[in-house]
């Protein structure tokens, strides 16, 4: 039965108008041949009509071995997830494009435009992105040694044109007074002659006194200075020019810090030899003077004191940088931001310069862009001043300076021009 595939008997279901249905079927590897194109669902099919539907011809296969073969309609539908075109006949993102801007030389791939005013002070100082604050730093860092001027010393800026802000530094010395003893006080014959002397909160020191010459007023304070600095002699406080007067019929001991951490304390000399009762000083009758001021030592002047002292201000703010330098920011931006720098009584100590002027800059509204600054790829600036007749051009040319990746500056010929410019930027945006 050459031709024939023979069916087992068991694999026929039922016979039916010519129709024979089988369960299983095993062709051992033999071809079924002259199939028919189907036309149902379940209908077996041939090798043609399988090629056609995989893709051999008319079908787009997603691994790219098929490519079109004429105009793909998307109707209002959108290609998503396109990469960044790297050959020339590539399709373009969104993002490539708002980058590039449609421009083919090598070396830009960004435009800028926009217009800014310059501020009337040379230079004007032009960002790429949102307007920013006037800033500037001190010189020196601190702490300050502000003895020189001194209680009473000034710092002066004036933010945004709104005038002068001025501050002081205040710090006055701590001390100790006796009672009132008389016009003309006489010591040499007497044989007490210690007190404890606390200076600046530190551990009080015996003050031992040698009477021989103390036959007036001025004459014992004399030897209570002589005796205070000798007792320092070995401690932490050596050294400190520590002082006794005689002045209106009382003794007056003071410190030579000058600020809030300034006092003199006396109590009682451990000893049968205390003076106090004597002298009207200490518990004997004496009085604290208290020292004032908004530093704790005008030789020690830390940042954040400076801060302290200048509070919250509605014009601009005062913070102390890593290095421990001040800083100065105004809280307006762009045109209205301004500092000048007053002339202050500190300004050497804080290495300030009276007059000197720093000033917002004008953003062009672009974000956090940069643009390459240097090399052959360096961005260009074109400028052109806007609504000036040709009369009044004189006195009146730009020029572009102090390029950075994110800003420039403009000068003006008139230094003091308010002058409206259109501004133009050619780029290549820095890569990331």
Known sequence: MAGWIRIPKRQIKSLFNGIIKISEMD???????NVGAPSDDGDATNKTYVDGVAGISGVVKAD???PMTADLDLGTSKIVNLGNPTAPGDGANKTYVDNNGGLTDPKTNKVLRGKIQLIGEDPTTVTFGAPTAATFETGNAGPYDMSSPGHEGTIIVNPNGEGNVTKQVLATAGGHESGNIGTDPDMSAETDTKMMISLDGEAAVEVECDWTSANSGDNIAAAIQTAWRAALVGTSQEGALVTCAFSTNKLVFTSPTLGLNSAVEITRA????????????GPGGGSEVASTGNVDDITNVTPEEIVAIFGEQAEFDVEVTDDDKL????????????????????????DL????????????????????HSGDDEYTVGLTKLGVAQASLAGLDLSVAN?????FEVSC???ASEAVVDVIVLGKIVEA
Do not use: H
């Open 64 to 66: 790219g071995t098929v």
């Open 413 to 415: 010929e008139t230094a």
């Open 27 to 33: 062709a051992g590897d033999l071809r079924i041949k």
């Open 403 to 407: 390029k950075t990746a994110t800003q």
């Open 353 to 372: 310069t009276p007059t000197d002027a720093f000033y917002g800059g004008i953003g062009l509204g672009y974000g956090d862009i940069e643009l390459v």
């Open 270 to 281: 451990k000893a049968d030899l205390d003076v106090c009762d004597e002298l009207k000083i």
């Open 327 to 350: 800083k100065f920011t105004s809280t307006a931006v762009g045109n209205g931001s301004s500092f000048v720098v007053g002339d202050g009584t500190f300004n050497t100590v804080l």
